[in-house]
């Protein structure tokens, strides 16, 4: 496989979108897993709280569904988990309850930042539509946030290459004036000069360079740039 091939396996890798199920049910996890296959995706799973957590930390994800009713730690209990991170604050979950229509389980829900709420039995198309429409939303988030950089890349090479212009322009210039140009430090010293101030003072570039401005200015004309 030639490097090329294998940097378009790996963004191909890179641009598959996570989704995570997690219920304590195992027939509930296949189930939705066989919805939600479907090749622009993956599926991850997870079997309680606790570990839907170290899925999360491991993994990006594009949506969460997560039973409410769980032992050791309910959805409601996880969901905190998620959002007191906050690289996760954000993660749209989707909560699924078997226990029916509940008006009180709906507003904890959402009071918990839920994206959406759904009771068991799900209707595949729709679980399907609505996942769909936020693996969709983290994909073009990402495609926009790569456009952005390579606008910035783009803008950064524009700037580096009409600095490269202006510096050559200058010293063409430089080099092609008509009077003798020297550029000094403080101390006095030539860091450079252009080929008609050697001319002038009948030297070459070599000879001056490193020179001070006294030495090779008479006293009177010293004190009158001083």
Not at 40 to 50: E, F, K
Not at 96 to 123: E, W
């Amino acid at each position: 496989m030639t490097e090329e091939r294998a940097l378009d396996s790996v963004r191909q890798k890179e641009d598959v979108l996570n989704v995570l199920v997690v219920d304590d049910h195992p027939e509930n996890v296949r189930a939705l897993t066989e919805i939600l296959a479907k090749e622009d995706y993956r599926t991850l799973s997870a079997n309680s709280g606790p570990e839907a957590l170290k899925q999360i930390l491991k993994n990006e994800f594009a949506v969460v569904i997560l039973d409410v009713v769980m032992p050791t730690m309910n959805g409601f209990d996880t969901a905190r988990m998620i959002r007191q991170r906050a690289a996760t604050r954000d993660l749209p979950i989707i909560f699924l309850t078997a226990s029916g229509p509940d008006a009180d389980l709906i507003k904890m829900g959402y009071s918990l930042g839920a994206a959406d709420y759904l009771s068991k039995p799900v209707d595949p198309s729709i679980v399907r539509a609505k996942v769909g429409v936020f693996v969709e939303l983290l994909r073009k988030a990402k495609q926009l946030k790569a456009r952005e950089a390579q606008l910035r890349e783009s803008e950064r090479k524009q700037s580096r290459e009409a600095l490269r212009e202006s510096e050559a322009q200058y010293e063409a210039a430089f080099e092609a004036a008509p009077i003798g140009i020297a550029h000094a430090a403080v101390d006095g010293h030539l860091l450079r000069v252009n080929q008609k101030f050697c001319d002038i003072l009948d030297y070459s570039k070599t000879e001056v360079v490193g020179l001070r401005c006294q030495d090779i200015v008479f006293p009177d004309a010293l004190d009158e740039l001083t």
